[in-house]
């Protein structure tokens, strides 16, 4: 079982519509979680950052945690064609927040 | 403020060679982290230094290591390189900040090896 578990997609979403990106993972000692932006042949870009149960909201982005199930999730509202990338999840249960386990990423395409 | 940045951008080497790969990190970071990404294992943590100690590992044979300098650069070492070698290593480095609660490691551009 890999630690860190994403669906590879591709998830296609009509322009303006909600993208909603998923990941489990196994360590339940893990205490920070990541969303990270990656465009092909580019370097990985955060987005959402998000250390509690609940829900964070950052403009169009949402990020989801419920550490019971082990469960961290990702919500674009208003999809664009511009969001079409892969997105990667990433913990963490050094307190000092490095040392990130990704996940293998979700491959996001918004159809215009 | 200028981001991370890395060295050589692009890298041809063979089988048996040894590389040196090289990161400034965003001014004032301290800490830096290095990740190896390939297709088939994805992005995987190599190892992250601070004040120039090695503060975490991942697990990546012995070939690999790295160092961190006083200025906060970093390099990292492969010694006796393998086909499988090959791939994108990127450094990110972070703030490091005592108490805070947040700490988002902002990655470099990367730095691409073909081994042969």
């Known amino acids: 079982q890999k630690e860190v578990e994403q669906n590879s997609g591709p998830l296609s979403v009509p322009e303006g519509a909600i993208a909603s990106l998923n990941c489990t993972y196994s360590?339940?000692?893990?205490?920070?979680f990541f969303w990270y932006r990656q465009y092909s042949g580019k370097s990985p870009e955060l987005i959402m950052s998000i250390y509690s149960n609940g829900d964070k909201e950052d403009g169009r982005f949402t990020a989801q945690l419920n550490k019971a199930s082990q469960y961290v999730s990702l919500l674009i509202r208003d999809s664009q064609p511009s969001d079409s990338a892969t997105y990667l999840c990433a913990v963490t249960r050094d307190t000092g927040r490095r040392a990130l386990t990704f996940g293998s990423g979700t491959r996001l395409q918004v159809q215009p | 403020k200028a981001g991370v940045t890395q060295t050589p951008r692009y890298l041809i080497k063979t089988r048996g060679q040894q590389v040196t790969l090289s990161c400034s990190p965003i001014?004032?970071?301290?800490?830096v982290s290095w990740y190896q990404q390939t297709p088939g294992q994805g992005l995987q943590f190599l190892f992250e230094y601070f004040s120039e100690t090695q503060r975490n590992k991942g697990n990546f044979p012995g070939r690999f290591s790295g160092r961190q300098f006083s200025n906060s650069r970093s390099e990292m070492n492969v010694s006796t390189l393998e086909l499988g070698d090959s791939a994108l290593y990127l450094c990110a480095s972070s703030l490091d900040q005592q108490g805070t609660l947040t700490d988002t490691q902002y990655f470099g551009p990367g730095t691409r090896l073909t081994v042969l």
């Open positions: 001014s004032g970071h301290r800490s």
């Open positions: 360590d339940r000692g893990s205490q920070s």
